[in-house]
């Protein structure tokens, strides 16, 4: 019976470690609101939203020029923007207007606000991502105004004053 009392010890200290692990780490109420939101245990748009971006959807698919579909795209990314968890879907509807009109500036536009205080680098990657893919010789208005977004977010939000005095020697040329 030696060994019963050194047992006892061992368990004492096992349960008051656990009882020290779940305290310290047991989940309050504000961490568990983000994981309550991305299990989508709540509605994520509130209805008017759904239904404008529905509407918006829907004019997209019944456009039958690209500018049509990327106005209509465009609607949808704003009415998305101004939802409270909307600003992913508001990303994907501003790209999708980019690809559906190529010359169309307002979604590059629209996306810099979103993105220029929140996520700076995100909007630098988007429109570095969207110069390459612009053709320069037939789309000078669209390749100047990403140029335009991508010298504001360097004076402003990025601090690089070195590369917005090269974009900007680019953007004269064209």
Not at 36 to 43: G, K, L, Q
Not at 47 to 53: L, R
Not at 87 to 107: E, K
Not at 134 to 155: H, P
């Amino acid at each position: 019976m030696a060994g019963s009392w050194q047992q006892l010890i061992v368990v004492g200290i096992a349960v008051v470690f656990a009882a020290f692990l779940l305290w310290k780490y047991w989940p309050s109420v504000a961490m568990a609101e983000p994981l309550v939101r991305s299990y989508d245990w709540r509605r994520r748009h509130s209805a008017p939203v759904v239904a404008k971006i529905r509407e918006a959807l829907e004019r997209a698919r019944a456009a039958t020029t690209p500018r049509e579909r990327a106005e209509a795209l465009l609607a949808a990314a704003d009415a998305a923007a101004f939802a409270p968890d909307g600003i992913t879907s508001a990303i994907g509807f501003y790209l999708r207007a980019m690809r559906a009109d190529a010359t169309f500036c307002a979604p590059v536009q629209g996306i810099a606000v979103l993105l220029a205080a929140e996520r700076p680098e995100l909007l630098e990657h988007v429109l570095w991502r969207r110069l390459a893919h612009l053709d320069w010789s037939d789309k000078a208005s669209a390749a100047r105004c990403t140029l335009d977004a991508l010298i504001a977010l360097y004076e402003g939000e990025l601090r690089q004053k070195n590369r917005a005095r090269a974009l900007r020697k680019m953007a004269t040329r064209l």
